[in-house]
């Protein structure tokens, strides 16, 4: 396993979040994120916590993803590495959305931990047909309502 310094971290982070500002084109997709807050099972007699806000939307279908790129807290002299995507978004009775995310963490002091749970609520995206001529064409993919994953319709 690679070590790196504090120093050599902040860059490898610095690079990959440049890299992911200009592989999407879209200026819209930069502000909207989620906060996921959970736990993971136990293993090893203990369990960490996972926590963080996503990386920005990505599109999926006529729906949304995002990833989840982060470490677990340290306990029991270690953590672990996570890195997902999350399902795409899931339409709450109340005009905003949320999204389900599993997965297992890095294999780490022997071990690793399964995690599932659903991010922070954020709001829907919904502008009227008549409306899309005036905006600009980042916004103009925002239109579908999002549904959930298994309507086939928006899939």
């Not at 939307?57 to 997902?84: C, P």
């Amino acid at each position: 396993m690679e070590v790196f310094n504090d120093e050599e971290r902040k860059h490898i982070m610095d690079y990959e979040d440049q890299q992911m500002m200009e592989c999407n084109d879209n200026p819209m997709v930069h502000i909207h994120v989620h906060i996921y807050n959970t736990e993971t099972d136990i293993a090893d007699d203990h369990q960490h916590a996972v926590m963080g806000v996503s990386g920005p939307a990505e599109t999926a279908g006529r729906s949304h993803v995002h990833s989840i790129r982060t470490r677990t807290s340290f306990v029991d002299g270690h953590w672990h590495w996570v890195d997902i995507m999350t399902d795409r978004a899931v339409a709450m009775p109340d005009d905003t959305h949320t999204h389900y995310f599993a997965g297992r963490t890095s294999m780490d002091n022997g071990h690793c931990h399964n995690f599932s749970d659903v991010t922070n609520l954020s709001p829907d995206m919904l502008m009227e047909e008549e409306d899309e001529d005036v905006l600009p064409p980042y916004k103009k993919h925002c239109k579908y309502k999002y549904k959930r994953p298994d309507d086939e319709e928006y899939n």
